[in-house]
């Protein structure tokens, strides 16, 4: 349910929500230990793992979404294969580090997945997370608006069950890598800038995850509205061409 939002969305995604999502590499990087061996899993179109072969590790990263693979392949010289948790197409204690860059947001059970990082993991390596917390953001802010202004109507997300969600929050992630048997050294958040041109923005709002949902959902008569709206809406994010929101992010380090 979850992983059918981000199916045939790939390049969109990679001009838009992938930069925005590429904003924890420094944080990521971080945490792990120079000249590891790293799995970066749910890679999306490979920005983490470019910057992570760049940084000097040995780099291997899945995605379930063969768009994903290809974009991600292209991008450097990790080897990219389709595969996503919590199966994973590795043998045990395969890798010095794992990176889950806001993917246990994105999965349709949270838990198994979790659970499917800790066996790839070596004994002390380390697991690296990151998820969107539960306020909105401010990129969502300005979506909203545009919804609001526009009469908009406001379709039934996809949602999980909540035996199967988790708290979107810094102790909430923690709390599921511990669920899966880790040791949770650190749970805290981290905050960028994301600057992206409008034209990119507004390519991912209107075609990828919940935003892309909202959008489909309204009449030509309401989509022309929100699009003639947006560059007045946006005004308070421009920053000469571009348009820059301060985020955050979840993020959790644990140990195997």
Do not use: K
């Not at 994010?237 to 348009?243: P, S, Y």
């Amino acid at each position: 349910m979850a992983e059918a939002l981000w199916t045939d969305v790939a390049a969109t995604y990679d001009r838009s929500f992938a930069t925005l999502c590429a904003g924890t590499t420094g944080t990521l990087l971080d945490r792990v230990p120079p000249g590891s061996r790293v799995l970066d899993v749910g890679c999306g179109s490979g920005h983490v793992a470019a910057s992570l072969v760049a940084a000097g590790h040995v780099v291997h990263a899945v995605d379930p979404d063969p768009q994903m693979v290809a974009l991600a392949t292209s991008r450097s010289a990790a080897d990219v294969r389709p595969g996503g948790l919590p199966d994973l197409p590795y043998d045990d204690a395969s890798f010095d580090a794992v990176v889950a860059n806001f993917v246990l947001n994105h999965v349709d059970d949270p838990r198994a997945a979790a659970r499917g990082i800790a066996p790839v993991t070596r004994a002390g390596g380390h697991v690296v997370a990151s998820i969107w917390p539960a306020f909105p953001p401010p990129q969502a802010t300005l979506w909203n608006a545009l919804l609001d202004d526009a009469g908009a109507a406001r379709p039934t997300m996809p949602r999980l069950a909540p035996e199967l969600d988790f708290e979107r929050s810094p102790e909430g992630l923690g709390g599921l890598l511990a669920e899966a048997g880790l040791d949770v050294a650190e749970v805290g958040t981290t905050e960028w800038d994301w600057r992206v041109r409008p034209d990119d923005f507004w390519a991912g709002v209107t075609t990828v995850g919940n935003f892309g949902v909202a959008w489909a959902a309204q009449s030509t008569d309401v989509q022309e509205h929100m699009r003639a709206a947006f560059a007045e809406a946006a005004t308070p994010w421009r920053d000469g061409e571009d348009l820059v929101f301060t985020v955050r992010a979840a993020m959790a380090h644990a140990t195997a």
